[in-house]
């Protein structure tokens, strides 16, 4: 589940390394739309064959190229990376909407799943909320506080 353990449960996790950890979640997933984006470049270049003409005919060969086939060894193998990144992204998100659901706080719910689901800048939320910045700062450092991870 939680990615930080102690052996001792009474040491408090630093509001530095939970928001590392919260982090993640948007991290990876913005790590898996850059591989797609990848992905569908990979396949752009796939679909360009150019056809060699000359005086003489050959035959026998196949419409592939080895580059082709490099090229599709490439796509496939990308392809069960993403997979494999989008389960562990579901994961997450999973663990930090439960670690969200369990601060007591409406107003420090919405602002840790704008920040941490969504990606948002304290100043979009500031904007959102109708908060000074200060503020949803304030907000921020106290809902820290009440994030237990791996405890």
């Keep these: 589940m939680a990615m930080f353990t102690t052996a001792n449960p009474e040491?408090?996790?630093?509001n530095r390394d939970k928001i590392i950890y919260l982090k993640?979640?948007?991290?990876?997933?913005r790590k898996i739309d850059r591989m797609i984006a990848d992905l569908e470049r990979l396949r752009g270049k796939l679909?360009?064959?150019?056809?060699?003409?000359?005086?003489?005919?050959?035959?026998?060969g196949s419409i592939y190229k080895s580059v082709d086939i490099a090229l599709i060894d490439k796509i496939v193998?990308?392809?069960?990376?993403?997979?494999?990144?989008?389960d562990r992204v579901i994961d997450l998100k999973r663990e930090i909407e439960q670690l969200i659901e369990s601060i007591d706080d409406e107003r420090e719910k919405l602002l840790m799943?704008?920040?941490y689901l969504?990606?948002?800048?304290?100043e979009w939320i500031a904007s959102e909320m109708h908060y000074h910045?200060?503020?949803?700062?304030?907000?921020?450092?106290?809902?820290?506080?009440?994030?237990?991870?791996?405890q």
Excluded: C
């Excluded at 679909?47 to 005086?55: E, F, S």
């Excluded at 949803?136 to 237990?148: F, N, Q």
């Design 24 to 29: 993640q979640y948007i991290i990876l997933d």
């Design 47 to 60: 679909g360009k064959l150019t056809p060699t003409w000359g005086d003489m005919p050959s035959g026998g």
């Design 77 to 86: 193998d990308l392809e069960a990376e993403i997979n494999h990144k989008i």
């Design 113 to 115: 799943s704008y920040r």
């Design 133 to 150: 910045w200060r503020y949803v700062h304030k907000l921020h450092v106290r809902a820290l506080g009440k994030i237990k991870i791996g």
């Design 11 to 14: 040491v408090e996790i630093s």
């Design 118 to 122: 969504d990606g948002m800048t304290f």
